[in-house]
């Protein structure tokens, strides 16, 4: 019995099969393709007989190879990181409308007699009020250093534990690239005290901060290596008055 060529869909005769064709070497395939239809002249034909670490693998196959799969896990990698950066600007206006509207009277917010917001109009005192623009801006561009920013930076996690070679350098950078955040907002402090002897410890911690509207970002175990515990910094003066 005859088989198909996958590629022109003709038959293979069962008689010159042996020489005018090749079969696939995928585990899950054995498909036979016409040699001239997968472009195997004579003398690849000839290597790959007579060699067996020299194989023939169809297209689908290389599809699956492991080469084929990194480069479509690097496709995966981008749109999550594009997912992410689409997070981190929506946190970024949810942080926006709270100092935007979080604290404000009604009256501040346009919202007269009929209880709709916006446009101005009647407030709960009787008097009209104009429209008020309180837009508020957070950029999110982690690309841009041009420019000196100050942010906000109210908590601290301690991060632990790792080799004791591990510099302030290496977990900024870390943070950097797993946040996609400018490494000039991220504060880094390694936890030893002046006199250790770096050699005697079996690990170190690290203190670390990054900008109040994205601090919860530290708690996503994704970002951090197998192992690590991060859990919120304490200062140890704060714990003396607790204790008291």
């Known amino acids: 019995m005859s088989d198909n060529c996958p590629k022109c869909k003709k038959s293979i005769g069962a008689k010159d099969a042996a020489s005018t064709s090749i079969g696939c070497s995928g585990d899950d395939c054995r498909r036979r393709f016409h040699r001239t239809c997968v472009n195997i002249d004579d003398a690849l034909f000839e290597a790959i007989q007579k060699n067996p670490m020299v194989s023939f693998h169809c297209d689908e196959c290389k599809n699956q190879s492991p080469r084929a799969l990194a480069t479509k896990l690097q496709t995966i990698e981008e749109k999550v990181n594009k997912v992410c950066n689409g997070v981190n600007q929506i946190q970024g206006r949810m942080y926006q409308q ?6 404000q009277p009604l009256q501040a917010l346009g919202v007269g007699s009929g209880g709709v917001a916006g446009g101005g109009g009647t407030g709960l005192d009787g008097k009209k009020h104009p429209q008020q623009n309180n837009l508020i801006v957070v950029g999110n561009n982690c690309n841009s250093d041009r420019l000196q920013v100050v942010c906000d930076y109210g908590r601290w996690v301690q991060v632990g534990k790792f080799a004791t070679n591990t510099s302030e350098e290496d977990v900024v950078d870390h943070l950097a690239e797993e ?3 400018n490494k000039n907002l991220v504060k880094c402090t390694k936890l030893v005290k002046n006199d250790a002897n770096l050699s005697q410890l079996s690990y170190c911690k690290f203190k670390i901060s990054i900008p109040d509207y994205r601090f919860n970002e530290l708690f996503n175990e994704a970002i951090w290596p197998s192992g690590v515990m991060v859990s919120p910094f304490t200062p140890r003066s704060q ?4 204790r008291l």
């Open 98 to 103: 709270y100092f935007q509207f979080g604290n």
């Open 179 to 181: 946040l996609k955040i």
């Open 239 to 242: 714990l003396n008055q607790n």
